[in-house]
């Protein structure tokens, strides 16, 4: 009988040593024959082969050290006994990621007749890890791919968030389905869309409250109210658009709704809610229309005002919708919230915009917060945070109408060689080996093919970067008595307590997600350490995290920190794997004003044998 012990995961460059157990069940003393390989991604180190002799009912252990090499992929281990005419064989796959974060780059370009487009690609990223993609579109939201990637790809969930990445697909499915699959998949587009959209739908169901409004975090015992009035708003469009929403889930929310109507509105982020949740309540066809009179009394400004307008138009006064407004949107100042209602300048635009390319598309103020949004792209074609990309993806679609009627015909080629055609329609393409490729993109006929390419993978140069702005997080790993570990140096089976030390610079600062990736040494054992009996240096903590995740090579926790103040969390790991490691940066980062983010502590780890610490 075999019995390997693997870690979890491994890391570009790491040295494990992978303890084998062999039983000898075949009735005889025998000499056994044990035999380690493994894939192109990793080298067996010494001895691939290891003999030994085992009595009758009996088990010994040995060491087999491996490599990994600076890749991304899977690992594949093949292990395999033989002796007295029997044989035993494992197989085994563990994931290989990035000794450096994974990079994305990206471009966008307009390709119109007689006038060739010519990329270079990048050159500087691992030949395993890279993977380069061009998209092709007559639709100008193309230009808009990078919001929408960021919003489908984001890696947290929360009721806000999820709400972000479901709305685009309900509105512009075909620009999203070019993200979600490639050409290999034409046929099955609105199958996996409506995959995506019922289980983000479901999702949202069971974040429900008794109360109407919607759980922040899976589980949770709280709620953001904007976030709850957010998700409402979508799951009404989802309706409308002929998805399943459950009765008791929608009749809850809109109970919620109109508890929010009528919160206390002396207060501005209160007024905000309640201009929102009104106009829900009236796409809903559940006006709330003595609320709604009552705001046209405040002097309302901004997103609200315009929200109120589009709850007027919803009901049939368009007239006096239109007469609430101003000649010219407001330019707005001021800075993101990283808590409370998330409000934003961008955002306020993108609302704005929103609204009146519903109620009054010609209305002048309609290009001005184009122009407005526009400037506020980033160069990886997005805006900051999850609210501002789904608001001004959303307006901005709105905006933008697909070509009709004109007809192109073009080619791609790659290094001057042919490579494919394409037409006034979506294409994907997709390819591992375009290092450093020069594409070359042309088209004939009428109107414009919009282009989008990307290249990711990891850097050859895969130096991290660390940096404190606006936030300061660092890790400690301390031993049961508190003291930090020597040179980074752990004795195997040793508890590692982890310490996180977070400080927001120069405010207070909400919705701070920490990620802490682990090295494959080690493994969690205990996320909340606060209730383990034993360590007495250890004190009750005031720091609770507003939710946990735990995966199997990272512990990632949400918070919110207090301008200069020091905070701390701790949480034990064990060390389960000899080898020297790959330690990652820990990472910690605003996630509604990304310029608020700090990385640090990455390096190495060894965990050794007993006798040599």
Same mark, same amino acid.
């Given at each position: 009988?075999?019995?390997?012990?693997?870690?979890?995961?491994?890391?570009?460059?790491?040295?494990?040593?992978?303890?084998?157990?062999?039983?000898?069940?075949?009735?005889?003393?025998?000499?056994?024959?044990?035999?380690?390989?493994?894939?192109?991604?990793?080298?067996?180190?010494?001895?691939?082969?290891?003999?030994?002799?085992?009595?009758?009912?009996?088990?010994?252990?040995?060491?087999?050290?491996?490599?990994?090499?600076?890749?991304?992929?899977?690992?594949?281990?093949?292990?395999?006994?033989?002796?007295?005419?029997?044989?035993?064989?494992?197989?085994?796959?563990?994931?290989?990621?990035?000794?450096?974060?994974?990079?994305?780059?990206?471009?966008?370009?307009?390709?119109?007749?007689?006038?060739?487009?010519?990329?270079?690609?990048?050159?500087?990223?691992?030949?395993?890890?890279?993977?380069?993609?061009?998209?092709?579109?007559p639709n100008p939201m193309l230009r808009m791919l990078?919001?929408?990637?960021?919003?489908?790809?984001?890696?947290?969930?929360?009721?806000?968030?999820?709400?972000?990445?479901?709305?685009?697909?309900?509105?512009?499915?075909?620009?999203?389905?070019?993200?979600?699959?490639?050409?290999?998949?034409?046929?099955?587009?609105?199958?996996?869309?409506?995959?995506?959209?019922?289980?983000?739908?479901?999702?949202?169901?069971?974040?429900?409250?008794?109360?109407?409004?919607?759980?922040?975090?899976?589980?949770?015992?709280?709620?953001?109210?904007?976030?709850?009035i957010y998700a409402s708003h979508f799951l009404v469009?989802?309706?409308?658009?002929?998805?399943?929403?459950?009765?008791?889930?929608?009749?809850?929310?809109?109970?919620?709704?109109?508890?929010?109507?009528?919160?206390?509105?002396?207060?501005?982020?209160?007024?905000?809610?309640?201009?929102?949740?009104?106009?829900?309540?009236?796409?809903?066809?559940?006006?709330?229309?003595?609320?709604?009179?009552?705001?046209?009394?405040?002097?309302?400004?901004?997103?609200?005002?315009?929200?109120?307008?589009?709850?007027?138009?919803?009901?049939?006064?368009?007239?006096?919708?239109?007469?609430?407004?101003?000649?010219?949107?407001?330019?707005?100042?001021?800075?993101?919230?990283?808590?409370?209602?998330?409000?934003?300048?961008?955002?306020?635009?993108?609302?704005?915009?929103?609204?009146?390319?519903?109620?009054?598309?010609?209305?002048?103020?309609?290009?001005?917060?184009?122009?407005?949004?526009?400037?506020?792209?980033?160069?990886?074609?997005?805006?900051?945070?999850?609210?501002?990309?789904?608001?001004?993806?959303?307006?901005?679609?709105?905006?933008?109408?697909?070509?009709?009627?004109?007809?192109?015909?073009?080619?791609?080629?790659?290094?001057?060689?042919?490579?494919?055609?394409?037409?006034?329609?979506?294409?994907?393409?997709?390819?591992?080996?375009?290092?450093?490729?020069?594409?070359?993109?042309?088209?004939?006929?009428?109107?414009?093919?919009?282009?989008?390419?990307?290249?990711?993978?990891?850097?050859?140069?895969?130096? =991290? /970067?660390?940096? +404190?702005?606006? #936030?300061?997080?660092?890790? &400690? !790993?301390?031993?049961?008595?508190? *003291?930090? %570990?020597?040179?980074?140096?752990?004795?195997?089976?040793?508890?590692?307590?982890?310490?996180?030390?977070?400080?927001?610079?120069?405010?207070?600062?909400?919705?701070?997600?920490?990620?802490?990736?682990?090295?494959?040494?080690?493994?969690?054992?205990?996320?909340?350490?606060?209730?383990?009996?034993?360590?007495?240096?250890?004190?009750?903590?005031?720091?609770?995290?507003?939710? =946990? /995740?735990?995966? +199997?090579?990272? #512990?990632?926790?949400?918070? &919110? !920190?207090?301008?200069?103040?020091? *905070?701390? %969390?701790?949480?034990?790991?064990?060390?389960?794997?000899?080898?020297?490691?790959?330690?990652?940066?820990?990472?910690?980062?605003?996630?509604?004003?990304?310029?608020?983010?700090?990385?640090?502590?990455?390096?190495?780890?060894?965990?050794?044998?007993?006798?040599?610490?």
């Amino acid at each position: 009988v075999l019995t390997p012990t693997y870690p979890r995961f491994l890391t570009g460059g790491d040295i494990a040593k992978i303890p084998v157990r062999v039983f000898n069940g075949t009735g005889l003393e025998t000499e056994i024959t044990v035999h380690l390989s493994g894939n192109n991604l990793v080298a067996i180190l010494d001895e691939r082969k290891k003999t030994l002799i085992i009595a009758n009912n009996q088990e010994k252990q040995f060491e087999f050290s491996v490599q990994t090499e600076k890749a991304v992929g899977t690992v594949a281990f093949k292990l395999t006994a033989e002796g007295n005419n029997e044989k035993t064989e494992i197989t085994t796959e563990l994931p290989l990621r990035p000794s450096a974060p994974l990079v994305t780059r990206t471009g966008m370009a307009e390709v119109v007749a007689n006038q060739p487009t010519i990329i270079k690609l990048p050159d500087d990223l691992l030949t395993d890890t890279s993977l380069f993609t061009l998209k092709l579109s007559p639709n100008p939201m193309l230009r808009m791919l990078g919001s929408l990637s960021y919003l489908l790809s984001y890696p947290h969930g929360c009721v806000e968030q999820t709400t972000s990445r479901l709305f685009p697909m309900l509105y512009f499915s075909d620009l999203a389905k070019m993200l979600l699959i490639g050409n290999d998949q034409q046929g099955h587009e609105n199958e996996k869309r409506d995959d995506f959209l019922t289980q983000g739908i479901a999702k949202l169901e069971s974040m429900m409250m008794s109360n109407g409004y919607f759980s922040y975090w899976p589980g949770g015992p709280y709620s953001n109210h904007w976030s709850s009035i957010y998700a409402s708003h979508f799951l009404v469009e989802a309706r409308k658009a002929g998805y399943q929403v459950s009765d008791r889930v929608y009749d809850s929310m809109l109970t919620g709704l109109r508890r929010e109507t009528r919160q206390d509105s002396n207060h501005d982020a209160n007024l905000e809610r309640i201009a929102y949740a009104c106009y829900v309540l009236a796409i809903a066809g559940q006006p709330e229309l003595s609320t709604m009179n009552y705001l046209k009394s405040r002097n309302l400004t901004g997103a609200p005002l315009y929200q109120l307008a589009g709850a007027l138009d919803q009901v049939g006064q368009s007239t006096r919708a239109l007469a609430i407004l101003p000649d010219q949107a407001p330019t707005l100042k001021g800075q993101r919230e990283t808590g409370g209602n998330f409000k934003s300048p961008i955002r306020s635009h993108a609302i704005m915009l929103d609204i009146l390319l519903e109620l009054s598309p010609t209305h002048t103020s309609v290009p001005t917060l184009v122009d407005n949004l526009m400037k506020k792209l980033s160069e990886n074609n997005r805006w900051g945070t999850t609210q501002e990309n789904a608001f001004a993806f959303l307006a901005l679609g709105k905006f933008s109408n697909q070509q009709a009627g004109l007809a192109y015909k073009g080619t791609v080629q790659v290094d001057n060689q042919d490579y494919a055609t394409f037409s006034n329609q979506d294409r994907f393409f997709s390819e591992k080996d375009w290092s450093g490729v020069e594409l070359e993109i042309k088209i004939e006929g009428e109107g414009k093919s919009y282009l989008s390419w990307t290249a990711e993978g990891v850097p050859i140069n895969n130096k =991290i /970067d660390h940096f +404190d702005k606006e #936030l300061e997080v660092r890790r &400690r !790993f301390l031993t049961e008595s508190g *003291t930090p %570990f020597s040179d980074n140096r752990f004795p195997h089976g040793s508890l590692v307590v982890a310490e996180i030390m977070v400080k927001a610079l120069n405010q207070d600062l909400d919705n701070v997600v920490v990620t802490d990736v682990l090295p494959a040494g080690f493994e969690i054992e205990n996320p909340r350490l606060e209730s383990r009996a034993g360590i007495s240096w250890l004190q009750d903590q005031n720091f609770k995290p507003s939710y =946990i /995740d735990i995966r +199997d090579d990272r #512990l990632i926790f949400f918070g &919110r !920190f207090e301008k200069k103040k020091e *905070t701390k %969390f701790f949480y034990a790991l064990r060390a389960i794997t000899k080898g020297k490691f790959v330690l990652p940066p820990i990472a910690a980062e605003a996630m509604y004003d990304p310029f608020s983010a700090s990385v640090s502590s990455s390096g190495s780890i060894e965990v050794t044998s007993t006798d040599e610490n």
